[in-house]
């Protein structure tokens, strides 16, 4: 081998390590945030639900206490079962905290993977995959509630590295793994099938679409079986929240250096129906639109391989992708990483007590609004979340803004915390659970 080749493959070898040192620093680091916002009992019944529902997977229900029926029945997301085993083994909200901080991180390197396969050098496809990281949309995928969509930029990017190879048989697993996530992903599939089969692969679009149409009708069937219907959210003709969604698209733009819009045009319509769910999406439990909201998975993984392709025809973009990734951190972030946030208190006494209750084999009812105890003890199957909330329940402080605070609760504990947040003894604050 020639010096230079040997360089070029020394250099290659050494981007590579960046991006796996920061996908592994992007999995500690949120990890560690995880289980702060775990111990400080602020995750929502999401989390609880999702743990409850693979463990009693072990007995073949998919029946929790959050949602007061099977999951299965809720949610098109037979995939869980894969994670099965691993709840199995490590029965705790931890556990599930560890699988979506890692799924994040992988899809990072799986994307710079697809960036090189289309032409990109590694630089390029190194610097692409830590912006992906630095997205607040991926950010607040491993810091929300989890949620099967924290596997679609994975799954999606390894799909499109398996369809740019031309390998059948590893795109079409990859795709029903997919379309067990998710109701949602099976229209989104089928549409990209459809753009696929057209313009690009008959071979590989076709099966998509046929695939997609397979899973369709068997999730109609189990459902009309079941006498039940998915949790889906409402739609109105009129735009909920229009400005709401173009501040979405804004901040998925600008981490990746506005790539995505160099996409061009046709590229860029693809992504018309995953744009669409959001903006026409009726008022939920909380703004659909909101960047770190698990609705923007799919949004995510669409913006990252336009972003790929941008590149592709653009490649000076790339050196302005992560300082603008780490503004976007930094000022546009839902997670803590913002500035002038700073970790959760946590009071290890109700911590505790909802340790309690996760060991306790008797069943224990927990109030709809002690959520964070519910996503704590939910691996106990007897314990159950109300189904409503009570009258009065009073609602935690978002974020704690007061370094000093957090610091002096590290060697003493704070006098009066709300949901990890101390607050004026003058607040009403929610009974604590017991």
């Known amino acids: 081998m020639h010096a230079r080749e040997r360089s070029r493959v020394s250099t290659g070898s050494t981007r590579d390590w960046w991006l796996i040192g920061a996908a592994t620093t992007f999995a500690i680091v949120y990890f560690a945030l995880d289980l702060n916002r775990l111990y400080a009992l602020r995750y929502g019944a999401d989390l609880g639900t999702y743990l409850q529902t693979l463990v009693n997977l072990q007995h073949g229900s998919s029946w929790n206490y959050g949602e007061w029926r099977p999951h299965l029945q809720v949610h098109d997301a037979w995939s869980l079962w894969v994670l099965m085993p691993l709840v199995w083994l490590f029965p705790s909200a931890e556990t599930l905290l560890m699988i979506q901080v890692a799924a994040i991180a992988a899809a990072a390197v799986v994307l710079a993977a697809f960036a090189r396969e289309i032409g990109i050098d590694r630089r390029a496809a190194t610097l692409l995959g830590i912006a992906f990281l630095l997205t607040p949309s991926a950010q607040g995928l491993v810091y929300d509630n989890f949620s099967e969509n924290v596997f679609v930029p994975l799954l999606a990017f390894s799909g499109a590295l398996f369809a740019k190879r031309r390998a059948l048989l590893p795109t079409l697993v990859v795709a029903q793994l997919l379309l067990g996530l998710k109701e949602d992903e099976i229209l989104f599939l089928a549409w990209f099938g459809a753009a696929c089969a057209l313009f690009w692969d008959r071979r590989t679009g076709i099966a998509l679409v046929a695939l997609a149409a397979l899973n369709a009708g068997g999730f109609a069937l189990y459902e009309g079986l079941q006498h039940a219907r998915p949790h889906d959210p409402g739609y109105a003709l009129v735009p909920h929240d ?113 340790i309690a209750a996760r060991q306790d084999g008797r069943v224990n009812v927990i109030p709809r609004d002690q959520e964070g105890v519910w996503a704590v003890a939910a691996a106990n199957p007897n314990v159950r979340l109300e189904q409503l909330p009570r009258r009065g329940a009073v609602f935690c402080p978002a974020y704690n803004t007061n370094a000093r605070l957090f610091f002096a609760s590290l060697a003493h504990a704070p006098p009066r915390v709300c949901g990890g947040v101390v607050v004026p003894a003058s607040a009403p604050t929610p009974k604590p659970y017991s």
């Open 242 to 354: 229009p400005l709401g969604v173009v501040w979405l698209l804004f901040f998925l733009a600008i981490p990746f250096a506005g790539a995505p819009l160099a996409a061009g045009w046709k590229r860029l319509l693809l992504g018309a129906p995953l744009v669409a769910e959001i903006l026409f999406m009726a008022p939920w439990t909380y703004e659909p639109s909101r960047i770190g909201s698990h609705y923007t998975g799919p949004l995510l993984a669409a913006a990252a391989l336009a972003a790929a392709a941008g590149i592709a025809r653009r490649p000076q973009l790339a050196r302005w992708m992560v300082p603008l990734g780490i503004v976007s951190t930094l000022f546009f972030n839902d997670t803590i990483l913002h500035v002038g946030r700073w970790p959760y208190l946590v009071d290890w006494s109700a911590y505790a007590r909802a």
